[in-house]
């Protein structure tokens, strides 16, 4: 079973900065994107960043200049590094990834992981 598991997240205050994880488990024969999307309370769940293969990244409008996202294919995994945080970044954050698996091509989702930044 393919499993998604984040780590990171937490409380900080506005100009401060947090680092998510996530890493992908089971059997993988092949993860063709990873990427951070969040949800705020009342609104829909957007895309953060994205990263296909492994230098190709899409990001939102919002976060330019302001996140990287990275990735370690020997270890499945994938980051998100967030700089000068603003309140709006409150949000739930999931990890989002396309994989090639033994039931086929699937999208998985973690399980979410809170951020919170304070003014």
């Known amino acids: 079973q393919v499993q998604l598991v984040e780590s990171g997240g937490g409380l900080v205050q506005a100009g401060g900065s947090l680092s998510l994880s996530c890493t992908a488990s089971?059997?993988?024969?092949?993860?063709?994107?990873m990427g951070w999307y969040r949800q705020a309370p009342g609104k829909q769940r957007e895309l953060v960043a994205a990263?296909?293969?492994?230098?190709?990244?899409n990001y939102a409008d919002s976060v330019k200049g302001r996140f990287t996202i990275s990735r370690d294919n020997a270890k499945n995994t994938v980051y998100l590094q967030m700089n000068s945080l603003k309140p709006e970044d409150t949000a739930v954050y999931y990890c989002?990834?396309?994989?090639?698996?033994?039931?086929?091509?699937?999208?998985?989702w973690g399980q979410g992981t809170q951020v919170t930044v304070s003014s």
């Open positions: 089971g059997v993988i024969f092949r993860i063709n994107a």
């Open positions: 990263i296909m293969g492994s230098v190709s990244t």
């Open positions: 989002h990834a396309d994989l090639a698996t033994i039931k086929g091509l699937v999208l998985e």
